[in-house]
């Protein structure tokens, strides 16, 4: 997986565009107005906000506009070989097609074509526009029927415990995104992500807010502690057993992004908690007191 952090001012344009990969954004700041049109020619146009979500599958065209607070936007891409260098740009496509074929494929005269942009190479890529009007205005209606890309995640009911929120979403709630699932993970002070795996597949993080430890148990008596902080991304390999504490007197919030259709994890706890006592004591000679503290339900976020 790989991931690029953008912003774009009042009227900015992520040019009409597609990638080879699919694209999976959640909103950190301000507002945008976003577009697609899918292989059945399906369209969609919709404003996201702080906490939104859109994924875009791999080849599908589309566009993100800055309305008139600007915007920050996190961007994830399912293969990590990602580079904005191979994205397929419209203005490109335009600048490096003779004009008597693009007249041809339009029903136009070559010289409706005059005025492209001049640019040879990038073209235009980020460029200024005008901040778009009312989302009506630029609804366009369609025969062929409207098609959804986004998900509004901060409206989602959270998994809540004692020490923070999680809400996770896949392909369960998100059928858009097939390729990619999250949880954006909330710790209080004084609490942590409890100790557990993914069983399909590596974890990729980034931390929005706050900061954070995690150590990582990579078997064979290895294991490792990194600290983090707001800005920074962490990688969890495949089945690695792990944890995550909050460090800091303010809460610490986090994306978990995994490159998979469904959102997977094994909580210790739970394990030993469904797991034949005796066996459990056998192997680590707990006492009475820690056995009936082991839990049968899942708590994402302990304190």
Sequence with gaps: MAGVNMRLNPGGIRELHWHKEAEWAIMLDGFARISAVDQEGRNF??????????????????????LKE???????????????????????????TPKPVLAKNFGVSEND????????????YIFSGKVPGPLSSD???????????????MKQQPIKTSGGIVRIVDTTNFPAATTISAGLVEVEPGAMRELHWHPNTDEWQYYL????RMGVFASEGNARTFDYQAGDVGYVPFAMGHY??????????????????????????????????????AHLNLNKAMMAALRKDKWPIVK
């Design 244 to 281: 995550v504490e909050n460090t800091g007197k303010t809460p610490l919030r986090f994306l978990e992004m995994f490159k998979s259709p469904r959102f997977q994890d094994v909580s210790l706890n739970q394990w030993m908690a469904l797991t034949p006592p005796e066996l459990v004591q």
């Design 139 to 153: 609804r366009v209606s369609n025969p062929l029927g409207q098609v959804s890309f986004n998900h509004r995640l």
């Design 70 to 96: 600007g915007c920050e936007f996190l961007l994830v891409f399912d293969d990590g070989g990602f580079s904005e260098d191979s994205t397929f740009l419209i203005s490109d496509w335009f600048a490096h």
């Design 113 to 124: 074509f005059d005025d492209l942009p001049e640019d040879t190479d990038r073209t235009r």
């Design 209 to 212: 807010e706050g900061s954070g």
């Design 45 to 66: 146009v919709d404003d996201v906000g702080v906490g939104d979500l859109w994924n875009f599958p791999s080849g599908i065209p589309h566009s993100i506009q800055g």
